[in-house]
């Protein structure tokens, strides 16, 4: 058992591999057994050893949710708002350091590892912001004597189980809200990306959430995803990735009428009509399509041409490659 990664995670930039744990009822825990994470552009640099976590660890981590979840919820809006506040805050002022880790597993530009840390943080703050948004009807009824009282509730235990392209602010997206509004988490992230994954939890697991609140659950969709969502312990799921995954889900959701929010990838058109300026054209179709090496859900697949500016559009096309 270790107490705590923030060590770990201090020499995460240097060649040295890393030894790290899922986070489970508020402790850090070594799995059955450990997974390679391989820098995609260099494939001689072994990031670290990831623990993948057993049925029974997954089993502790459910249970622990379930029993932290109601303490969270009752936790004071400042309490929470606060926390949440933290993580964003201290995410975007380590966007270097974690902007280099997440580049350096997941293979995208610098830059744009960087960017995706510090929009991260932002969602932690916007969703600090939205707990003390407060939300609700108040109306009379058609009886008398009787008031209508709508407000949010929180749903329960919600399982998050998040995709390679975008590490950390796909699952930050999910996350936060999930946090603010008093649900408790279990994180399953793509097994390609588990640096970034224990980096997050490792800044969430000092901002003071009870025991159990948040828990990181690493390992393969088919052992650890696959057991995740078929718990009917589990109160909603939120996934994001294929479409042949997002419908297995669906199907072990509908079977304990479990909550389910699905964001897949699909083919996407980009259309260029007769009055379009193709200088414009052709600069918004390479970047869709090539943006992030092109690993994106939303990325440009298909263009969908008008005829009378097919040759145009071809022609300037050509031009924008060979330069």
Request: one cysteine or more; glycine letters at 8%; charged letters at 20%.
């Given at each position: 058992m270790h107490s705590a990664c923030e060590p770990v995670l201090k020499d995460s930039l240097n060649p040295m591999t890393l030894e790290t744990r899922n986070y489970?009822?508020?402790?850090?825990?070594?799995?059955?057994?450990t997974v390679d994470n391989i820098n995609p552009s260099d494939l001689s640099d072994v990031i670290g050893h990831f623990a993948q976590a057993s049925a029974a660890q997954l089993r502790d981590a459910i249970s622990a949710a379930k029993q932290a979840q109601p303490l969270w919820e009752r936790t004071s809006l400042e309490k929470r708002q606060t926390a949440l506040m933290g993580i964003g805050q201290e995410m975007m002022a380590r966007a270097d350091d974690l902007g280099e880790l997440l580049s350096r597993e997941e293979g995208k530009p610098f830059a744009e590892g960087r960017g995706e840390v510090y929009r991260a943080g932002q969602f932690f703050t916007y969703y600090a912001a939205e707990v003390l948004r407060q939300i609700g009807d108040n109306a009379d009824s058609v009886r008398d004597g009787v008031e209508v009282d709508v407000r949010r509730e929180a749903v329960g235990v919600v399982a998050i189980v998040s995709p390679w392209n975008f590490p950390t602010a796909t699952a930050a997206w999910k996350i936060a809200p999930a946090l603010a509004f008093g649900n408790a988490v279990i994180w399953k992230p793509a097994n390609l990306v588990p640096a970034s994954a224990v980096a997050l939890t490792d800044i969430i697991s000092r901002h003071g959430l009870p025991a159990g609140t948040f828990n990181l659950v690493m390992g393969s969709g088919?052992?650890?995803g696959q057991q995740l969502i078929e718990s009917p312990e589990i109160d909603a799921i939120s996934f994001t990735g294929s479409v042949p995954v997002g419908r297995g889900i669906a199907v072990a959701a509908a079977a304990?009428?479990?909550?389910v929010q699905l964001e897949m990838g699909s083919k996407n058109a980009l259309l260029v009509m007769d009055d379009a300026d193709m200088d414009s054209?052709?600069?918004?179709?390479?970047?869709g399509a090539f943006g992030g090496t092109g690993q994106k859900c939303t990325a440009s697949s298909r263009l969908v041409v008008h005829a009378a500016v097919h040759d145009d559009l071809c022609r300037v096309w050509w031009q924008a490659l060979k330069r």
């Open positions: 489970i009822a508020g402790e850090w825990l070594d799995g059955d057994n088919r052992s650890v304990n009428f479990t909550r054209a052709v600069a918004c179709a390479l970047n």
